[in-house]
């Protein structure tokens, strides 16, 4: 990031970025209606009218504090502008609003010894007038709220949330002295920009006003964001932000009046390399997304997928995880191979060879069938519930014990032996697994959407067939063709850990 952020200004670099993520989005395989840009000026426009509505609702206020300064520079050091030692842990290089290993947020003032991100000067101090937002007199509501509804958060939000609670809110400026972001609409401020914590996190209101379109007033997003209809409203980051999520966007929300707030709260500790080494680009620790879209297609039986896998199935829900090639090769000719992709091979060469590449047509399905059967309608609810419950790991065991269900239920039933001696019995089974083949190509379309248009192509299924609950393949359905959905990775043609 380095290389290229030095010589270019923050809208070049913010253009560049924006630009890289969208491209590493699609070639992960998620989508999106609208991924927006602070200074996109419908989100200028509708952060504007929210900070002016609470500053005429008193909840902004102004107050002349000590921030830090860098005489060189001739700025104010907030933010990333400023490093130095954290308050908290007192881990060296913490930010200016944030220390990325303990987590605690504080005012950039707080700092032991700070210095200039830019030149590495020592921080003067210098007064400034900012328009600080009033936490404590919103801190009786955010309690009762927190407390109807932190049973649906993960562990760590409750904690750290609580921990904020108890200590008592304090107010926090939310203008800042830099040349970049969204102006301050108030007049004597108008030199300033909005703090970009406070303008981001408004962009999950202003992105759902731009999609259904309408104003701050009214539009058909008032489906989503009034209170009185219970729109469901999950939150999905790291725990670094679940001060973000879980008191200062409510507050505002709180403030502003009559808005939904947040129901859910999925908050992941951190993905970390081996050893428990964090990912950092700036000292060459760990693989970017980049890097690793570039070795699909160069490493065989890579994809991207297999990513998608590993990441889903290794989630760091309730402690910090470790991302290791090795792993992710284990787990990929584990799971992926010999468990899924082995399962399809059998099913479709047997159907092939017996059946003419159709499925076959049931007669009396026996217990051992609808048993199977009743595997798959049950498998929507409960990965649905786990889905909806934020439990990325459950979804992913829910989803390989059908798999296992499957090849055990083929293995008992052995159609390659019945086929010599009972032709019906066969073609129930078989019938049994394209139900189950068919049945997961929905099921796993959130979690290995590229495996799915492998699998739609074998199952002779548009790619974007697909709802969840139970779907019948007819019996006389010609079949694709289809090579394997997954083949083996070698660990020696990856990276090291």
Not at 62 to 69: G, R, S
């Amino acid at each position: 990031m380095g290389q290229f952020v030095e010589g270019k200004n923050p809208a070049e670099i913010v253009d560049f970025y924006h630009q890289q993520f969208t491209d590493n989005f699609l070639r992960l395989g998620f989508t999106h209606d609208l991924y927006a840009k602070t200074m996109d000026p419908e989100h200028q426009q509708l952060v504007q009218q929210f900070f002016q509505c609470l500053y005429e609702q008193q909840y902004l206020f102004p107050k002349i504090i000590p921030q830090l300064y860098c005489s060189p520079c001739q700025r104010f050091l907030v933010d990333r502008y400023v490093e130095g030692e954290c308050p908290n842990c007192h881990a060296n290089g913490a930010r200016g609003d944030q220390c990325d290993l303990c987590g605690k947020t504080y005012e950039a003032i707080a700092l032991i010894n700070p210095h200039c991100k830019t030149c590495a000067s020592s921080a003067q101090i210098k007064e400034s007038t900012q328009l600080h937002f009033n936490l404590q007199i919103l801190q009786p509501k955010l309690t009762a709220w927190i407390d109807q509804v932190k049973h649906n958060w993960r562990t760590n939000a409750q904690h750290t949330t609580e921990g904020w609670l108890k200590e008592g809110l304090t107010n926090r400026a939310v203008t800042r002295d830099i040349d970049w972001g969204i102006p301050v609409p108030i007049e004597g401020f108008t030199d300033k920009v909005i703090y970009v914590w406070f303008e981001a996190v408004l962009g999950y209101l202003t992105t759902s006003i731009r999609h259904c379109g309408g104003d701050l007033d009214a539009g058909p997003w008032e489906a989503w964001w009034r209170k009185e209809n219970n729109p469901l409203h999950y939150y999905v980051h790291g725990k670094d932000n679940i001060p973000f999520h879980t008191i200062i966007f409510p507050a505002m929300l709180l403030a502003y009046g009559n808005l939904a707030l947040a129901t859910h709260i999925i908050s992941s500790e951190y993905l970390q390399l081996p050893a428990g080494q964090k990912f950092s680009t700036s000292q060459g620790c760990g693989t970017t997304i980049p890097d690793f879209l570039d070795l699909v297609g160069k490493v065989s039986g890579l994809e991207v997928d297999s990513l998608r896998f590993f990441l889903i199935a290794n989630h760091p829900e309730n402690k910090d995880a470790q991302f290791s090639w090795t792993e992710l090769a284990n787990q990929h000719n584990t799971e992926l191979v010999n468990k899924l992709s082995n399962l399809v091979n059998r099913i479709h060469k047997l159907t092939l060879d017996n059946f003419h590449n159709q499925v076959p047509e049931p007669v009396a399905l026996s217990t051992p069938d609808q048993a199977m059967l009743q595997v798959l309608v049950d498998g929507y609810q409960n990965i649905g519930t786990s889905l909806e419950a934020g439990s990325m790991r459950q979804t992913s065991r829910l989803w390989l014990e059908i798999v296992e269900k499957a090849n055990a239920y083929l293995n008992q039933q052995a159609p390659w032996k019945q086929i010599k001696t009972d032709r019906q019995q066969a073609a129930n089974t078989l019938y049994v697994g394209w139900q189950v083949l068919c049945n997961l190509h929905s099921l796993l379309q959130p979690f290995l959407p590229f495996t799915c248009q492998r699998l739609a192509n074998i199952l002779n299924l548009p790619p974007t067939t697909g709802s969840w609950r139970f779907t019948t393949l007819p019996a006389g359905t010609l079949l694709g063709s289809g090579l394997f959905l997954f083949t083996r990775i070698n660990r020696a043609d990856l990276p090291a850990d």
